[in-house]
């Protein structure tokens, strides 16, 4: 097992941040695959309707899953830079305190994502035929919480040590789990969007217990009793590092809903055809999201170490990896995205062709600006490395106003697809944002290694 733990300190960048990215690319792929077979199963199975209910939920549910990633994403950010400095026992008291922290967050997610589930759906105006559906997601998908908590925080701990693997293979594993469970509650059982629920949440709950037996093989995470108790300095700091990111994530997710609110607006074709490119969202930006968390732990491993020279090179790779990459996925999509678009739909040949033509319509306008959603992910994460959660979260900020105005006010210019632009706008002011903040932040990191006796972290 410490053959899997990896120090990202010595070596050239570009093949640290790409190899230890390709184990969660593959990973975060075979996580869509199964969020990409929920989709497909509902919405063959169960028709229009179903999957239209599944994107009224969308956001709600993601706002959840937002703040539980923001939260783990935090605490790890502190275990790699410990990590890095060699401070091993510091490691164990800061996992102990994360675990305690989870626990306590996911208790409060829970109760509120229950007591809002109803309002919410009712304020964006979700059609009656719908809404009932989703709320039933909702509700499943909510009491799965602390589930899923638990899931984000094993798999964080274990890429701060630069495990990428082990979150892999828990993943493979889970992806499995949930295809079968997908068919069987769904199509054998005729669970119907509840299966759907229930299926997920047992597929994170197999890759929660995955994770957690191969935490307890690692040595120098001899966490003991003592080391699960809230700390006061330490509690802070990884509340600092947390809090910041979930908030960013949770703000972003009310854009999202506020575009959701209009998409519903346009009618239940509609709603599928944008749901159906929603789900390809996660697909689009997968590898986005694993050079970000190579990114995190990269330069959160370097800052402790004081090896501040690589966090510029680092980010400079990241750059360049990640701006080729979104261009091979741009390409992919506008060639076969219509043929994948179409596994998501059913429904009489009026019905298929309509909500089709309104989701390629909408894959072709991502797939196109795609360069400036992996730009922003390569920022954010070598900002939130460093330590730094506030700009990350002013960012987020940003991509709240440019979502909300623009789906508010652009389909009244446009028309309907100026929704569509909502995204592109949102990326957009999130990226002017966090590009000033690198410089910034970078310069203030410089200036501190240079001082005499100033630690890093």
Same mark, same amino acid.
């Given at each position: 097992m410490a053959s899997r733990i990896k120090t990202m300190t010595e070596g050239k960048p570009a093949s640290l941040i790409f190899a230890f990215a390709m184990p969660l690319m593959v990973g975060n792929i075979f996580q869509q695959l199964y969020t990409v077979v929920d989709t497909?199963?509902?919405?063959?199975?169960?028709?229009? &309707?179903?999957?239209?209910?599944?994107?009224? +939920?969308?956001? @709600? &549910?993601? @706002? @959840?899953?937002g703040m539980i990633q923001g939260i783990t994403q935090g605490f790890g950010i502190l275990m790699a830079q410990e990590?890095?400095?060699?401070?091993?026992k510091d490691l164990?008291?800061?996992v102990g305190s994360s675990v305690i922290l989870s626990l306590l967050s996911a208790?409060?997610?829970?109760?509120?994502? #229950?007591?809002m589930?109803?309002?919410?759906?009712?304020?964006?105006d979700t059609p009656p035929e719908i809404i009932g559906d989703a709320l039933l997601y909702l509700r499943i998908m909510y009491m799965g919480i602390p589930i899923v908590m638990s899931y984000n925080l094993f798999a964080t701990i274990l890429r701060s040590l630069g495990d990428g693997r082990t979150p892999l293979y828990a993943m493979i594993v889970a992806a499995a789990v949930n295809i079968i469970l997908d068919f069987l509650f769904v199509l054998v059982f005729d669970f119907g969007i509840a299966g759907a629920a229930v299926a997920t949440l047992i597929a994170q709950l197999v890759s929660s217990l995955f994770c957690i037996y191969h935490i307890r093989k690692i040595e120098l995470l001899a966490v003991s009793p003592s080391d699960f108790r809230l700390q006061g300095r330490r509690s802070v700091r990884l509340l600092i590092l947390g809090f910041p990111m979930a908030?960013? &994530?949770?703000?972003?997710?009310?854009?999202?809903?506020?575009? #959701? $609110?209009?998409? &519903?607006?346009?009618?239940?074709?509609?709603?599928?055809?944008?749901?159906?490119?929603?789900?390809?969202?996660?697909?689009?930006?997968? +590898?986005?999201?694993?050079?970000?968390? $190579?990114?995190?732990?990269?330069v959160g491993q370097n800052l402790g170490a004081g090896r501040i020279d690589r966090i510029r090179k680092g980010m400079k790779s990241a750059v360049l990896i990640s701006l080729v990459t979104s261009v091979l996925i741009a390409a992919v999509m506008l060639i076969f995205g219509k043929a994948i678009l179409s596994c998501f739909i059913s429904g009489t040949p009026e019905e298929v062709e309509q909500t089709l033509k309104i989701a390629y319509y909408y894959l072709s306008i991502m797939s196109v600006f795609l360069p400036v959603l992996y730009i922003l992910h390569a920022t954010r994460s070598t900002i939130q490395?460093?330590?730094n959660t506030l700009f990350p979260m002013l960012s987020g900020i940003a991509e709240f106003l440019m979502r909300a105005v623009t789906a508010i006010r652009l389909p009244m210019v446009v028309g309907e697809t100026g929704i569509f632009y909502a995204e592109i706008m949102a990326w957009t002011g999130a990226d002017l944002i966090l590009v000033c903040s690198y410089f910034i932040v970078m310069h203030g990191v410089k200036k501190r290694s240079l001082q005499p006796h100033s630690p890093c972290i």
């Open positions: 497909m199963v509902v919405g063959k199975a169960l028709g229009v &309707n179903a999957l239209a209910a599944l994107g009224a +939920a969308d956001w @709600m &549910n993601w @706002m @959840m899953l990590f890095g400095a060699g401070k091993y164990c008291k800061t208790v409060l997610l829970l109760g509120a994502g #229950q007591w589930a109803y309002p919410v759906l009712e304020l964006l908030f960013q &994530n949770a703000v972003i997710s009310v854009g999202g809903m506020i575009v #959701q $609110s209009v998409v &519903n607006g346009f009618g239940v074709i509609f709603i599928a055809g944008f749901t159906a490119t929603n789900k390809l969202y996660g697909v689009l930006e997968v +590898a986005a999201t694993s050079y970000g968390y $190579s990114m995190v732990t990269y490395g460093m330590g």
